[in-house]
């Protein structure tokens, strides 16, 4: 097995409300490696977000640790917590989270721009829009998200969340809001990044998902239950 570029150690989130506490996850040891594709079963409200997010920086541990390149996230100061999120991860969500007043080009080079890297705002607007080529929306890229399909949608998505180059691509339920058809060409589209070898986890309750997965594990309460080998 390569390196592992994401870790996690003993790591637990419990949500507090109205003075009760419900402890989602409670020990959760994984690691990603480099170029693998990873899926997280789950049922519904097992923890699966909660963990994604965990992942991606939008939210903070209650206990253990989330290692990235082998450094404690957690413990960095907030500005390269920051950084992290910007840049080493993208995020896909199953409501894509556009910006209705934004077309397709800007709505994917935005993330670029608030990187900070240095790139120059054309080489930015370049980069979107080979991505969007590359995602199959070249004659869609001056749409706004209210003129685009579901599956268009998800497409403009993936291409946002590429376009910091990031190392790990994180997608939440990305086919929960797309017909069956649909669903299986951002499948495809999955595949082919990961052939291309973008590292990525795809959280989903959807088998169809999980079988194109390098490596399953399933969330039961709280903690990942299985390493569930590659058929
Ligand atoms: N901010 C929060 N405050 C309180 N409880 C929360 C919060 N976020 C999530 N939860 C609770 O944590 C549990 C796990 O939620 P999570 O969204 O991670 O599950 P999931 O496996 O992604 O579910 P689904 O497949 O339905 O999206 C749920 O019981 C949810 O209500």
Do not use: C
């Not at 097995?1 to 040891?29: H, K, N, P, Q, Y």
């Not at 995602?135 to 001056?142: F, Y």
């Not at 590429?162 to 939440?172: G, Q, R, T, W, Y």
């Amino acid at each position: 097995m390569s390196e592992a570029i994401l870790e996690t150690r003993g790591l637990g989130r419990t949500f507090t409300e109205g003075g009760r506490e419900l402890r989602v996850l409670d020990g959760v040891d994984t690691s990603i490696a480099v170029g693998e594709k990873l899926a997280i079963l789950g049922r519904s409200g097992s923890g699966k977000s909660t963990l994604l997010h965990l992942i991606g920086g939008l939210d903070t541990p209650t206990e253990g640790q989330i290692l990235y390149r082998g450094t404690s996230l957690h413990e960095l100061p907030e500005k390269e917590i920051d950084a992290y999120r910007r840049t080493h991860v993208g995020l896909v969500f199953q409501f894509y989270h556009l910006l209705p007043e934004l077309n397709a080009v800007e709505n994917v080079l935005i993330g670029g721009l608030i990187a900070e890297d240095g790139r120059t705002k054309s080489a930015i607007k370049q980069r979107a829009e080979s991505l969007l080529e590359r995602v199959g929306l070249k004659d869609r890229m001056k749409h706004r998200p209210a003129k685009l399909s579901g599956g268009e949608r998800q497409r403009v998505a993936i291409a946002r969340a590429l376009i910091n180059e990031p190392d790990v691509l994180l997608a939440d339920e990305p086919t929960g809001n797309l017909d069956a058809d649909t669903g299986r060409s951002i499948l495809e589209l999955f595949h082919e990044l990961h052939a291309e070898g973008q590292t990525m986890v795809l959280v989903t309750h959807d088998d169809k998902v999980a079988e194109a997965a390098d490596r399953v594990v399933t969330l039961v309460n709280g903690r990942l239950a299985a390493d569930l080998p590659p058929d």
